[in-house]
């Protein structure tokens, strides 16, 4: 049985950021434990 790339998404664990506590979906690409918003501060920091 094939899982569509929807549901695998749809499974993937929910990441809490330890900086705002703001909740997000795990980026394929995204390393980071920290929220969008929080990391891209960091960058630019
Ligand atoms: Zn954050």
Redesign the pocket.
């Known amino acids: 049985m094939i899982q569509s790339p929807v549901e695998f998404f749809r499974n993937l664990p929910k990441k809490q950021?330890?900086?705002?506590?703001?909740t997000f979906s795990e980026q394929a690409e995204s390393y980071l434990m920290?929220?969008?918003?929080?990391?891209s501060d960091n960058i630019k920091k």
């Open positions: 950021c330890p900086n705002c506590g703001h920290e929220c969008q918003d929080c990391s």
